[in-house]
T-cell receptor, first 117, second 116 residues
Framework: AQKVTQAQTEISVVEKEDVTLDCVYE???????LFWYKQPPSGELVFLIR??????QNEISGRYSWNFQKSTSSFNFTITASQVVDSAVYFC??????????????FGEGTQLTVNP | DVKVTQSSRYLVKRTGEKVFLECVQD?????MFWYRQDPGLGLRLIYF???????EKGDIPEGYSVSREKKERFSLILESASTNQTSMYLC???????????????FGPGTRLTVT
């Protein structure tokens, strides 16, 4: 069965610090997708990134970067020069390709990031 | 912009009541999902639907049912609400056939349900 673990329940940093959110996953499939979502205090989850299992290239988008390593089953998320607006709960999620019903998301427990001024 | 709306942000119901949570999406998405979110547990899938009148159980379907009579609307029903169903409920939708393999899901703002 698929599983996603975000061991860091809460992280607190001071503005401009770099911070890395960890995500470890388990799956028996060779084809799968990994996602990161952000949930600000308003409650609505916002999609950040998707990666498929055949693409281990790291990605950078502004202050955000993602490190995907199949060898360690990890998909970590780094925020560089954090800002107060980055304060949110961040979820990592895994989607396996199922024959009969397509794609379902399994979420990690979430990491509450607080960026203090 | 994709828009997923949920009928209520906050809802208070009594034990034993029948509760309807409504979700509407305006992007003609094939797939719709209901999750509940609890502290320390992340989001857990209750039910999902990849076509009108089709539904599939997720990981925690007990105590819930769903209805999808129209493509844009997906309803979650608590037949007889219990206190352990107090939670945040999130609806999502995604495009693509066969469940939208690999496609991102778009979420509504959530309904915080309290059952007393």
């Amino acid at each position: 069965a698929q599983k996603v673990t975000q061991a860091q329940t809460e992280i607190s940093v001071v503005e401009k610090e770099d911070v890395t959110l960890d995500c470890v996953y388990e799956t028996r499939d060779t084809t799968y997708y990994l996602f990161w979502y952000k949930q600000p205090p308003s409650g609505e989850l916002v999609f950040l990134i998707r990666r498929n299992s055949f693409d281990e290239q790291n990605e950078i988008s502004g202050r955000y970067s993602w490190n995907f390593q199949k060898s360690t089953s990890s998909f970590n998320f780094t925020i560089t020069a954090s800002q107060v607006v980055d304060s949110a709960v961040y979820f990592c999620a895994l989607s396996e390709v199922e024959e009969t019903s397509g794609s379902r998301l399994t979420f990690g427990e979430g990491t509450q990031l607080t960026v203090n001024p | 912009d994709v828009k997923v709306t949920q009928s209520s942000r906050y809802l208070v119901k009594r034990t034993g009541e029948k509760v309807f949570l409504e979700c509407v999406q305006d992007m003609d998405h094939e797939n719709m999902f209901w999750y509940r979110q609890d502290p320390g547990l992340g989001l857990r899938l209750i039910y999902f639907s990849y076509d009108v009148k089709m539904k599939e159980k997720g990981d925690i379907p007990e105590g819930y049912s769903v209805s999808r009579e129209k493509k844009e609307r997906f309803s979650l029903i608590l037949e007889s609400a219990s206190t352990n169903q107090t939670s945040m409920y999130l609806c999502a939708s995604s495009s693509g056939l066969a469940g939208g393999v690999g496609n991102e899901q778009y979420f509504g703002p959530g309904t915080r349900l309290t059952v007393t």
